[in-house]
Structures are given as structure tokens and as C-alpha cells.
């Protein structure tokens, strides 16, 4: 349960920094963000994916995913790894691109790093006494994707490192190959 509200706390907090503003003089756009996210990591991303992060398909929680024609513009889905250490993974895929995360006061600690052929970031919670999550961001279909690794609470001390920012980019690295271009 714990996890889970860190989850959606973390979804909220990365779209409180990638919303609208929709106070002042309203300008002409050249082009539409999409409502909604095209590609739902919680449906489609295979057992084969997961098991190739070292992930257990049967472990899978849902962390943020609106009703089928529902307007979202994040879908978050999250595993555990297969031999039990006890950290979760998260994949979303959002609405929001890259050029968002500067503006996003929520998180810092921005990194470039490469994710296959893509440039990625990995960045984490600004303001977090425990410094167990990492988010790598990067580009995948008219948004961009996330995978997230939150280390348990209960089990800081065995964390490699605070944030898991290591750990993230494998698991980016591992399901890059699954995830839109």
C-alpha cells in the first residue's frame, strides 16, 4: 500500500510540474499536445519484456490509468523483480515530452544519459528526505516514457545507492527495446 501512494504521489508530482496553466492571454499553438496516451505499458508491455528486466509479469500493480476513452495523460504500471529484492519498477508512458521536465519544480537532479539510441534523463524528487526513487525519461511515440525505481522504505539500508539512479538506467536500458520509438 505504501508503495502504491508513493506511486501515485509520484505520478501526481510529475504532473503537477507538466500541466497547463490556464490563467493570462491565451496563444495560438502550431501544435496540439494529445489528450491521451497512445501506447499503455500496464496492457502492452509483454511477459517477455518484463522477464527480459528481470521482472515478474504476475507481480504487476496499476499505478495511474484512467477508464478505456478517458482522457489521460499518464498511464503508470508497476513490477516487482522476479527474485525479490524489494524494490518496485515503474513504467509510464505520458502525453508530456521532454522539453516539459525543466519546468516540473517537483524534481531535480537532472542527468543526460543514454537509453539505446535515445538521449534520456535521469532526474529524481526534489525535496525527498529518503531519496529512494529515480525516474529516467525518455523520448517514445508523441510523449515520452518513464521507468521508475523506488527501493523500499523498510529496506533502505540495502539500497546500492540513493536515489537507485544505477538500477534505473538497467531497467530503462532492459525495456527500451519494448517501449515506442
Not at 497512445?38 to 490509468?65: H, I, M, R, W
Not at 518513464?146 to 539512479?165: F, G, H, K, L, Q
Request: net charge negative.
Amino acid at each position: 500500500m505504501r508503495l502504491r501512494l508513493a506511486l501515485l504521489s509520484a505520478a501526481a508530482l510529475l504532473a503537477a510540474g507538466c500541466g497547463t496553466d490556464t490563467s493570462g492571454t491565451p496563444t495560438p499553438s502550431t501544435t496540439e499536445k494529445p489528450t491521451t496516451v497512445a501506447f499503455n505499458p500496464c496492457d502492452e508491455l509483454s511477459a517477455e519484456a518484463l522477464q527480459a528486466a528481470g521482472l515478474d509479469p504476475a507481480t504487476k500493480k496499476t499505478s495511474v490509468d484512467s477508464p478505456d476513452g478517458q482522457p489521460s495523460a499518464w498511464k503508470i504500471c508497476f513490477w516487482r523483480p522476479a527474485d525479490r529484492t524489494p524494490y518496485a519498477v515503474s513504467v509510464g508512458s505520458s502525453t508530456f515530452t521532454m522539453d516539459d521536465l525543466p519546468s516540473n519544480e517537483t524534481v531535480t537532479g537532472f542527468e543526460d544519459v543514454q537509453i539505446g539510441s535515445r538521449a534520456a534523463k535521469t532526474y529524481h524528487q526534489a525535496n525527498s528526505p529518503t531519496m529512494l526513487r529515480c525516474f529516467v525519461a525518455f523520448p517514445s511515440g508523441s510523449g515520452m516514457a518513464n521507468v521508475i525505481v523506488d527501493w523500499d522504505a523498510s529496506e533502505r539500508e540495502t539500497a546500492p545507492e540513493t536515489p537507485p539512479c544505477t538500477l534505473a538506467v538497467e531497467k530503462a536500458q532492459q525495456l527500451e527495446p519494448y517501449l515506442p520509438q
